[in-house]
């Protein structure tokens, strides 16, 4: 019988293995959806009521994989990993859904040690010590400020992955400990942090995230939900008349609150948060220019790239989609 470790090893390498294949930057997450699709394995969602994924027979000698549409994106693309972990490691075929009785996953199909290495897969491929490396070292996040709620709660959106997720994915790139983690998965409210980062302004959708974005996210790409709310965080060169605007080409974007922080001390820069709302799903570049408004002489600018198409709906993968349209 495979040990533990031997197990985990194989899940690390498999996971290492397809990261290398596909890398994800500029991309803050990784693409699983694509990833899926380049490596041959057909992927259906469909309105499941409590089955979460299911890989299943394709032929005689292929495997495909369903997901539900019921769940957001976040726990698509977890159980998609955790499912290509099945897959790819040569488990037989399975199905996950909803246990109510015991409010978690059940399994039919796998045993306990392939569903522990099919999610050490999904951890390895979607929350990988690169990728959070990545976004520390970006954000500027010391290593007193990693175990701070919101700033979990911020990396699991660049990571596409729930904040739950999150905690044990710090945990096991040993950033904190284990029950720092667990403490922390099961005693935040989420929406309590939202309410914090949003001040006065009220959250329309509950399902939505707020990003807080700075100079810090110039270059990335996002992926994100249709009525999420980016908040950035600016500093204003106003006694020397320089404002940063939102620029980008076509009014992408609403500004929907505002808040300003000016601080006593004569000439010293102000701070502001812009609170923003993509109008319409899609493909999308948030601008922000730092410029005199009334002769456009510019300071800096940064551009940050999104989608926000949010969970993927009935039918093939949007990105499937897209190509066969393209072909035709």
Aim: charged share 25%.
């Amino acid at each position: 019988m495979t040990s533990r470790r031997a197990r985990t090893l194989q899940a690390a390498a498999e996971a290492a293995r397809i990261l290398a294949r596909f890398p994800p930057e500029p991309r803050t997450s990784f693409d699983i959806v694509n990833a899926v699709a380049k490596l041959g394995f057909p992927v259906i969602f469909r309105p499941t009521k409590d089955l979460l994924g299911a890989t299943i027979a394709v032929g005689k000698n292929s495997q495909g994989i369903l997901i539900t549409t019921k769940r957001g994106l976040a726990i698509q693309r977890f159980t998609l990993a955790h499912e290509l972990g099945h897959i790819l490691l040569g488990h037989e075929m399975h199905f996950h859904f909803l246990d109510d009785a015991e409010n978690g996953l059940a399994s039919q199909g796998a045993s306990r040690q392939e569903e522990s290495a099919a999610n050490d897969f999904a951890s390895g491929l979607l929350a990988s010590r690169r990728l959070v490396a990545n976004i520390v070292k970006r954000q500027r996040w010391g290593a007193s400020k990693i175990g701070d709620p919101a700033r979990v709660y911020q990396l699991s959106l660049r990571l596409g992955i729930s904040f739950q997720a999150a905690c044990w994915a710090l945990a096991g790139n040993s950033l904190i400990s284990v029950d720092s983690a667990k403490s922390m998965a099961n005693e935040t409210e989420v929406n309590g942090l939202k309410r914090d980062m949003l001040a006065l302004y009220g959250l329309e959708d509950p399902w939505a995230d707020v990003w807080i974005l700075t100079e810090s996210d110039a270059g990335s790409v996002l992926e994100a939900g249709p009525n999420d709310i980016f908040a950035v965080k600016v500093k204003d060169s106003s006694s020397a008349g320089f404002l940063w605007q939102v620029g980008t080409p076509g009014q992408e974007f609403d500004v929907v609150h505002e808040k300003t922080d000016i601080s006593d001390a004569y000439g010293a820069d102000s701070l502001r948060v812009l609170f923003l709302r993509a109008r319409d799903p899609g493909s999308h570049q948030l601008v922000l220019q730092h410029e005199r408004p009334w002769s456009g002489e510019r300071l800096s600018l940064f551009e940050i790239s999104l989608t926000n198409f949010g969970k993927e709906v009935d039918g093939l993968p949007r990105s499937v989609k897209r190509e066969l349209l393209l072909a035709h």
